[in-house]
């Protein structure tokens, strides 16, 4: 794992170095909140000791609302365009904390100024930074795209809504996710506990969030 980081950050370091130089730069930082959910999900729940499988939890599949920071540099290419890369912590997964994990992605967007207002897209590169229990049953790496509005109130100050498609699995072959408590939403089987030996097997889906943030750019 902190291999896997110290590359990824070393890219970072590079891309940004190698523009810093450039008319034009600027950094910043963003801070926002997350709506993250694993896209076309599907398990099956199996129970190993040979009894029959619960019902998965209504939180499975629900969203989780999370939280996401970023390091922004601008890199001026014209009166219009911009490149920015970006450095950003992201909460993704769903809301039952089995199907939950953190990525620290490094999106390279290119930047088209309308004004105060401003679109932009590019591709995304991420790398998982989780250390929960079952993270293990998740990819260390994706790869997405995404697409942002954004509105300069001042000319520091900005709000910008994204929207990020990832494009590979995010359960490993041989995930077996530990299912062993009745969902707390449902009030009817609140504060039971199930059988220890259920686990969703089998999952498969992509990552997917919108992001809404606030951000300041120096």
Known sequence: MKKKLSIFLLFF???CSSQLYSQGT????????NYSQISSLDFDVANIAGETPINAFNSVDQGRLGFSAAFTAEFELNNKISFQPELVFSSQGNKFE???????QLPMGLRINLSR?????GPQIGVKISFFEQTDDFTSFDFSAFGSVGYFITDNLFLEARFTKGFLEVFEDDSAVSLPFVDTDDISTSGTIANEDNFLVNGTGTNQYFTFSIGYRL
């Open 26 to 33: 600027r950094f910043g930082f963003k801070l926002g909140v």
């Open 98 to 104: 089995g199907v939950r994990y953190d990525n620290l």
């Open 117 to 121: 207002l401003y679109v932009m897209a």
């Open 13 to 15: 370091i590079c891309v």
